[in-house]
């Protein structure tokens, strides 16, 4: 069974520009997270998604974030304009709705991110 | 408010030594409850996880759990470590299909 994909592995940007990280998730999953982990720290969650549908986005910062996952399967994280503060791990994760590890979550190798 | 409480950023032991992290979670219900690691560069893997029943858990890699309620804990034990343990290790407490909260992390290294 292939993992969690995610894409690219590195990036390296300039503050004010923009980013767009990719990830595809687990055949079948319909739950998709995208956590942020600054170094030192443990992963927060900035969105996840049921399906195509939106379960929380509360910790995402919309003035500058945006996340879509149009058919419900792959997905997208942007990031415009990009700030120094954003310099981190951007991690994907996957979920079964049912079944034996309808509770567990699925992550990829992640995105790092710098911003200089 | 959910949270998770790694006391120890750093931990060293030998190899061959037994090992044992702490993790302290609030939450107002029965968590779920996670011990991920994190080798340089990667992913997350999960090492093992406790929704209910047996609070002694086993996992992967030699690892085991145990839950223990009027403690708040989910402490992560091996009896004997090997080098390749050495890595980050989140504990993550969450509620049914919600997302995971994690703590800090616990940096494990391995002496010869």
């Known amino acids: 069974e292939a993992g969690v994909a995610q894409s690219p592995r590195y990036k390296i940007i300039e503050k004010r520009q923009s980013v767009a990280f990719w990830c595809n998730p687990i055949?079948?999953?319909?739950?998709l997270y995208w956590y942020q982990q600054i170094l030192g720290q443990g992963p927060k969650l900035l969105i996840q998604?049921?399906?195509?549908?939106?379960?929380?986005d509360s910790q995402l910062p919309k003035d500058r974030f945006s996340a879509e996952r149009l058919k419900g399967v792959d997905s997208t994280l942007k990031i415009q304009p990009a700030k120094l503060e954003d310099s981190a791990v951007y991690l994907c994760?996957?979920?079964?709705?049912?079944?034996?590890?309808?509770?567990?979550?699925?992550f990829g190798p992640g995105t790092r991110l710098t911003v200089l | 408010a959910q949270s998770v409480t790694q006391p120890d950023i750093h931990i060293t032991v030998s190899e061959g030594a037994s090992l044992e992290l702490r993790c302290n979670y609030s939450?107002?219900?029965?968590?779920?409850l996670f011990w991920y690691v994190q080798s340089p560069g990667q992913g997350l893997q999960l090492l093992l996880k406790?929704?209910?029943?047996?609070?002694l858990v086993q996992g992967i890699k030699g690892f085991e759990a145990e839950f223990k309620r009027s403690q708040s804990s989910f402490n992560l034990r091996k009896p004997s470590v090997h080098w390749s343990d050495a890595a980050e290790y989140f504990c993550?407490?969450?509620?049914?299909?919600?997302?995971?909260?994690f703590g800090q992390g616990t940096e494990l290294s391995v002496k010869p």
């Open positions: 994760a996957s979920s079964p709705t049912s079944g034996r590890d309808h509770n567990e979550q699925f």
């Open positions: 055949s079948g999953h319909a739950t």
């Open positions: 998604f049921q399906n195509n549908g939106v379960v929380d």
């Open positions: 939450y107002g219900a029965t968590p779920y």
């Open positions: 406790y929704f209910s029943g047996d609070t």
């Open positions: 993550a407490v969450a509620r049914r299909g919600g997302k995971l909260i």
